[in-house]
Nanobody, 124 residues
């Protein structure tokens, strides 16, 4: 089995910062990509940032220059550093990992895993 657990959300004032973390554990052969998405009230889930196994990154235009995604392969963890937060950043943030599970001497195909979500609220 594979477990994905995220943390780091909370209430911050506009202009503040938060750092989200998401760690995977279990029978993992390789994590091919990691990312973050968010869903605000009344809106669809939107991709925020992603990082590939080759360290290529992509950001939504709304967060570019303010958010930074990074990873720690040894810890099977992805981070989202959020700076200069705005009220419109308020949402539930979900981490996503594309994982190849280990199996005997090999591995299984790639599976998509999601964290449980963590609330980020930006308000004065």
């Amino acid at each position: 089995q594979v477990q994905v657990v995220e943390s780091g959300g909370g209430l911050v004032q506009p202009g503040g910062s938060l750092r989200l973390s998401c760690a995977a554990s279990g029978s993992i052969f390789r994590i091919n990509a990691m990312g973050w998405a968010r869903q605000a009230p009344g809106k669809q889930r939107e991709l925020v940032a992603a990082i590939t196994s080759g360290d290529r990154t992509n950001y939504a235009d709304s967060v570019k220059g303010r958010f930074t995604i990074s990873r720690d392969n040894a810890k099977n963890t992805v981070y989202l550093q959020m700076n200069s937060l705005k009220p419109e950043d308020t949402a539930v943030y979900y981490c996503n990992m594309k994982i190849q599970r280990s199996y005997n001497n090999g591995w299984l195909g790639e599976y998509d895993y999601w964290g449980q979500g963590t609330q980020v609220t930006v308000s004065s």
